[in-house]
Every structure is written in structure tokens, then in C-alpha cells.
């Protein structure tokens, strides 16, 4: 019989959250081999980007809005979600001031930041993805200063370079904390 079988539940639920707590927020999630991470992968527009798995806490089909009055115009909103009050944000419009396009495939991210969750709006969730130190090597610089300082590096999958967004580097931005219009 296994150490598993004889535990409390409380003792499992115990592991279990020490073993939550042990990834560091921000960090890519270590796969088994040396030097290799996953994350999850989304799209704005044209560009492919991934975040770190510990940085996205979950992901939700698009919500029921309520309207703020007086914030700028990339808060769409607060959504309800399972009691919790939850600011959604337009990734895009706030990173590139242009409006996204729902569609049956626009999800949104729910993040943490200091004094709760956001909702981050995409045009597309892509999964979860496999990155190696080697592919980030081979992939060249953010060009687009918009995204320069949350994409600190790019990796090229295939035929796909993906940018790998800072959620921690965005929601410490002066401007994202900053709603009121």
C-alpha cells in the first residue's frame, strides 16, 4: 500500500497545497528536463504570445459585463465570477489602444495582481505549450515597443514565434493600475 493510501484527507489536501505554493509566480513551470518550460499560449490579432502557467489562474469563456462609468475605454467592465467581482481588461486595446473583435473563440484570462484577480481579454486561447532554452536562442528581440516591456523574450515553435508575456511586469504598470479616466 502506498504513503498515499494511509494519509488524512486533511493531510492530502496539506500536501497538496504545499506543493501549489512551491511555484513562484512569474516563473515559467519547470518541465521535466533541464531548461524546459511550458506555458499558456493566446493570441491577440496576429501575434502569438505565452505566459507562464503560474500566471494564469484560469481562463473563462466571455462573461456577463457590468459597465463602469468613468474608466478609461480598455476596462470593459466587472464580471461576477463565482462571487468575486473581477475588472476585465481588453489586452489589446490597452497594449495596442485598438478595440478587440468578439468571437466565439475570445476567452479571458484571469490573473492575479495586488488586492485580487483581473480578467485579461484575448482573441484566442491556444493551449498549453512546450518551450526549450534552445528555441529561445534562435528567436530575435520584441520589435514592437507597445510590447517591448511585457515581452522580455520570443521563441520560435515551428513556424510560430511566440513572445512570452510578462502578466507580473503588466499589472505593475503604472497606466494598468490606473482605470479612472
Avoid: C
Amino acid at each position: 500500500m502506498s504513503d498515499t493510501l494511509q494519509l488524512t484527507p486533511f493531510e492530502v489536501l496539506a500536501d497538496y497545497e504545499r506543493r501549489s505554493l512551491a511555484h513562484i509566480a512569474g516563473m515559467p513551470e519547470e518541465v521535466e528536463a533541464s531548461g524546459l518550460w511550458r506555458g499558456i499560449g493566446f493570441r491577440i490579432g496576429t501575434r502569438y504570445l505565452v505566459s507562464s502557467i503560474a500566471e494564469v489562474n484560469e481562463i473563462l469563456t466571455f462573461p456577463q459585463l457590468t459597465v463602469v462609468p468613468g474608466t478609461r475605454p480598455w476596462l470593459l467592465g466587472v464580471a461576477n465570477v463565482r462571487g468575486n467581482l473581477v475588472p476585465v481588461i481588453d489586452l489589446r486595446n490597452f497594449v495596442e489602444g485598438e478595440r478587440s473583435q468578439l468571437a466565439d473563440s475570445t476567452r479571458v484570462l484571469i490573473i492575479r495582481q495586488h488586492g485580487g484577480s483581473v480578467g485579461l481579454l484575448v482573441d484566442e486561447v491556444l493551449g498549453q505549450r512546450n518551450f526549450s532554452d534552445e528555441q529561445r536562442a534562435e528567436a530575435e528581440e520584441e520589435s514592437d515597443a507597445r510590447y517591448g516591456r511585457f515581452v522580455p523574450e520570443r521563441y520560435q515553435l515551428g513556424e510560430v514565434l511566440w513572445g512570452l508575456f510578462s502578466m507580473a511586469a503588466l499589472v505593475r504598470t503604472p497606466e494598468f493600475l490606473q482605470a479612472a479616466a
